[in-house]
Every structure is written in structure tokens, then in C-alpha cells.
């Protein structure tokens, strides 16, 4: 029966809703990773720490992934009734995921189109060459380009701060299987952003539970983590950034102030793009 409900009371029942912004992802390589980084390696990239967190920290958009029910119909047990039993669960085929590219190396592009190269073995011999009318492919065998350990993790401002949850998607043997266009022209400049759509054949679901004062910080790459440091850094210190919090890449101590800002990398167009750069 319907009632009146007191503000209070609504809050407490109402909760606090999730975000669709504080989320986090680990992209992985795959198994046989010792040819894939020779092919990484003639191209440019190098997946140091560094080229691993840019990649993570480069995700704009992303999707946690859902799964259904198969069912089968049974008239015969009961006249005039059909009973629905299920039968199997059914994963998502694919993933979407959507990225910044980065001006100086183009690193997300050159990675995951070099990943797809590796899965149809293309660009893997000298005498093979894409360029040649001659050239032929043959596709290497999944367990050699599927990778497994790919993680999406959904958290809240607070989550590492107070009492909360966070809950991690572990994909397991995904690859990349589609790059979408990407449309450029001489109109007004935006910025140029790379859809990549992963399949899989399930994932897993890990609830991590936080509890209160505990010094627990999020992944070191959390896009979403550090654009709130530098944001509140920047509100406390006009001059430029501080060097807590890990932040001492973004600050050159040599100045006369020590808080001078450097040039910091892809996190100058994340923030750019979310209209948290001050310059």
C-alpha cells in the first residue's frame, strides 16, 4: 500500500546510484606473446609499462557485459501447458571498446591493427611481403592470439576510501575482431577516437569488497583516479602540479616554484577531452 515517505528515509532506501564513468581496463596480450611482441617490436611498440597504462588509460568508452538464458520449449508433460526449462547460458559475442589516439605515436591503432595482422598471420615473413600481388596469408591458431585476463573493473569515487564494492569482468580467450573507420576531414578538429569491437567465450565475475579506512588505491592507471588528483591538485595550487599522489611526472622541481607543468602525455588529451585541462 502506498504511503508517505520521508526524505530520509528515501535516501536510505535509494542508496547511492553507481556512475557510469568510474570504471577501469586492464587489456591483456595474448598467450604466445613471444611472437606477437617480435611483430610489436618491428613496428615501433614496446609493451613497457608505460605503453601497458597508456593503452588502459587511453579507453573513453567501454561495456560490461551481459549473458542470457537459452531456453527449450516442453508441451508434452502437462496438456495445454508449455514449460520453458533452460537449457544453456549464452555470452555476448562481442565487446566494444572505444579509445583515444594519441598524436605522437598512434599507438593504439598501430597496436591493435598489429594484433590483427598476428591473428591472420600477415607481415610475419620477409619473403611474404603485403605490398607483394603475390602475397597469401594463413591464419594462426586461437590459442595462439586469444589472450585471456583482460579485466574491466567498475568502482565509485569512494569505493577505495570508504565502505563499497567493486566488480571485476575477467574475459577469457578474447581478441580483437573488428577496427572500426575512423572519419577525418577539414572541418572543425575533434578528437580522433578508435572503436575496436573484442569477441570472447565468457567472462567471469569477481566482487572485491572494500572496507572503511582502509589505504587500498585503485589501479595506478585509473584514468578516472587521476584526472580527480590533478583536478583537486590544480584547485589547491593555482601554480601548477603537486608532486603527491604519484603525480611527479607532471611536475618539474627544477623551476624557481617547483610546480611547473610539464608536458604530460596522453593524459593532456584525456583531460582536454573532459574540459579538466586548465590551459
Partial sequence: ?????????????????????????????????????????????????????????????????????????????????????????????????????????????????????????????????????????????????????????????????????SLTYNFIKAFPIAINSMPVSYDSSQLLKCTVSMTYIRYTLTLTETLKNTKSTPPAASPVRKLEEELNLINQNSLGYNTAGGGTQFVDTDSASGFRPVDDGPLITARQALGLDPR
Avoid at 70 to 95: P, Q
Fill in 1 to 165: 500500500m502506498a504511503g508517505v515517505v520521508s526524505i530520509d528515509q528515501f535516501k536510505s532506501q535509494l542508496g547511492r546510484p553507481s556512475l557510469t564513468s568510474k570504471y577501469y581496463l586492464e587489456l591483456a596480450i595474448p598467450r604466445n606473446n613471444g611472437e606477437f611482441r617480435s611483430l610489436l617490436s618491428k613496428r615501433g611498440i614496446s609493451l613497457a609499462a608505460t605503453d601497458q597504462s597508456n593503452l588502459n588509460l587511453y579507453c573513453s568508452e567501454a561495456s560490461l557485459p551481459g549473458s542470457s538464458l537459452a531456453l527449450i520449449d516442453i508441451a508434452s508433460d502437462y496438456t495445454g501447458v508449455t514449460e520453458r526449462h533452460a537449457h544453456r547460458r549464452v555470452f555476448d559475442d562481442r565487446i566494444d571498446f572505444t579509445f583515444y589516439v594519441d598524436g605522437n605515436n598512434y599507438l593504439v591503432i598501430k597496436f591493435f591493427e598489429s594484433w590483427i595482422d598476428f591473428i591472420s598471420g600477415a607481415a610475419t615473413s620477409d619473403q611474404n611481403a603485403q605490398e607483394n600481388d603475390t602475397y597469401h596469408y594463413r591464419m594462426n591458431y586461437v590459442d595462439d592470439y586469444a589472450c585471456s585476463g583482460m579485466k574491466i573493473t567498475k568502482f565509485e569515487s569512494d569505493t577505495y576510501t570508504k565502505t563499497g564494492n
